[in-house]
Each structure stands twice: as C-alpha cells, then as structure tokens.
C-alpha cells in the first residue's frame, strides 16, 4: 500500500484525478527504486510502458547525425517528480530520446496491459489519465516552441527583423493586416512576448 507521502507526490502530478482517482490507480501500477544510471526509454525503442518518477535526477539524450556522422546530444536535464513515456502509451509511437536517471529515483510504472486494464475496470480514470497526459505534452510543446523562437528573435531589433529571421529558420512566416488580426484575436490577448537582447 502506497504512503500519504507517495499518494501526495502522485496528486501533484495527477492533479486531474484528485485522491479517489490516486487511490484507484495505484493497483495498476508496479513501484521500484531506479538505481543512478538506470535508462527508463531508449531512443528509437517501441515499447510502451510509461513513468511516474517521484523524486531523482534524470538526464535526456538524443542521438542524430550530423553529415552522416553519429552524435548523442545532452538535451536536458530535471528533477523529479515527473511523468515519463506517456506519448508512446497514448500512441504506440517510437521513442524520441533516451532518459536516464542521474541519481536514485522512486518510481512507478504504468505497462500497456495494466493500463488497458485500467481503462476496462475505471474508464473514467482512464479518460483522467489521459487528459493529464495530454496536459504534459502541451506544456511540453509549449515550452520548446517558445524556447526556439526565443533564441531565433533575441538579436532581432525590430519585428520585421524578426519577421524575417523566422522566415529564415521555421518557414514562410508574414505579418497580417490589422484588420485580419483584429478577426482573429480579441482585444485583450496579446500571445507570447519575446524581448531582445541585444
């Protein structure tokens, strides 16, 4: 039976199931302690079991190539708690890193059959689960386009630069007349802001 420690650290990363829902999920998944250096996903793999890591240190790799010779990029590092794998379980997609943790990590896993189990005896935590997973994946989209742009526009002294620079790196980009954006937006949204800095 999992802690109030443990059913916490889960809320907090499961926010949308609230404690029942915590306490529904906890049978379907597996706890283990991850030993420094143990590899969670590994990039190009097709499995689809998927991750709660509820404290430890974990590291993402990617390898691509450049000109045809093989590199492995550190892409990022972060700490615990956090859900990993969860786009493979939703999609039965390859993986597109390699995450290994840093440090000792407390853990559960959720494997493909405990989860359609789980949507057989609990549909509606499914649904939850799910709906959390796309949260992760949108904050994670979010961020990583944010950080891209950000570093294309920080030299840009003006948004027709910028305009252009993104052109340069992303694809088409153009400005819009103001009566097309006043269509499109309301009066009070004004979108992300990237600053210069030069």
């Known amino acids: 039976m999992a802690s109030d420690d443990t059913k916490e650290k889960l809320s907090a990363l499961l926010p949308q199931l609230m404690a029942s829902g915590i306490d529904a999920l906890i ?15 590994k990039q190009g793999d097709k499995d689809e079991d998927m991750y709660f890591v509820l404290s430890g ?5 990617e390898k691509i190539s450049i000109n045809r010779q093989p590199v492995v990029l550190h892409t990022a590092s972060f ?13 039965d997609a390859e993986r597109t890193a390699t995450v290994v943790a840093m440090s000792e990590a407390d853990c559960f896993k959720l494997t493909r059959k405990k ?12 649904m939850r689960l799910l709906q ?5 994946m949108y904050r994670r989209q979010t961020a990583f386009q944010n950080k891209v742009r950000g570093n294309i526009l920080r030299e840009c002294r003006s948004a027709e630069g910028g305009i252009a620079k993104l052109t340069r790196y ?29």
């Open 57 to 61: 240190s974990l590291s993402v790799f």
């Open 115 to 126: 989860f359609d189990e789980l949507i057989q005896s609990n549909a509606k935590i499914a």
């Open 170 to 198: 992303t694809g088409k980009v153009s400005r819009t007349s103001a009566a097309l954006a006043d269509k499109l937006f309301s009066d009070d949204f004004d979108g992300v802001n990237y600053d210069s800095h030069t």
């Open 79 to 91: 700490p615990g708690p956090v859900i990993l794998g969860e786009v493979a379980i939703m999609t």
């Open 27 to 41: 049978p379907y998944l597996a706890e283990f302690k991850a030993p420094k250096g143990h590899v969670f996903i």
């Open 132 to 136: 959390a997973f796309g949260g992760v």
